[in-house]
């Protein structure tokens, strides 16, 4: 789910970066503040860190006696992207094996659906493995499947979220990307 988020964040501005002239100052300030929040990845509360969308507030420097540089308190608006348990995905597989296969959905990369929670699929070891059921399309790599998550789980050291997920529900399977209407 994309999130809308109201951020207070403090930048650090390099000495040697600072400009009297207020637009090259704002300027510094943007280029750290957009490096600093691809830098960050993700958090437990707010998910993966995806844009900033708008810059609020920049508030009074404050000098760093022992660096010299430049700390600015400033707030901004931005969007960023997080897994619940409950919600409907669409993934990509990207990697099948004897007991699931791992999706991908947007930044989130270790989306698990264990062949536990296929029903009607079976395991079919070839070069391109795959996943067979009679009355579905087959589950292989490059598919994009809808689930249902049934759990997350952060890692904080990764600075990113894994989820457990299941086809176990209505409407949930392989996606099919023709159009219905030709």
């Known amino acids: 789910m994309f999130l809308k988020v109201k951020l207070p964040w403090n930048v650090v501005v390099p000495a ?10 704002q ?3 943007v280029i750290r503040l957009l490096d600093d929040f691809a830098r960050r990845k993700a958090t437990k509360d707010l998910g ?6 708008t810059l609020e507030n920049i508030g009074e420097g404050r000098v ?8 600015f308190p400033v707030v901004f608006s931005g969007i960023t992207f997080k897994i619940f348990r409950g919600e409907v995905l669409d993934g990509t597989v990207h990697k099948v094996l004897k007991h699931g296969v791992f999706l991908k959905c947007g930044p989130v990369e270790n989306i698990y659906l264990t062949c536990s929670k296929m029903p009607d699929y079976r395991y079919v070891q070839a070069e391109n493995p795959v996943f067979l059921s009679e009355k579905n399309p087959k589950i292989e790599k ?15 050291a990764e ?10 529900g209505d409407f949930l399977g392989p996606v099919s990307c023709e159009n219905p209407l030709d």
Do not use: H
Request: aromatic content about 8%.
């Open 64 to 71: 760093r006696e022992n660096t010299g540089e430049v700390l």
């Open 48 to 53: 993966y860190f995806l844009a900033v969308t």
């Open 27 to 29: 300027r510094s300030i």
């Open 159 to 168: 600075r990113e979220f894994q989820a457990l997920v299941s086809l176990e």
């Open 142 to 156: 490059d598919v994009v499947v809808r689930v249902i998550v049934i759990g997350t789980k952060w890692l904080e």
């Open 16 to 25: 040697e970066n600072l400009d009297a002239k207020g637009p090259m100052l």
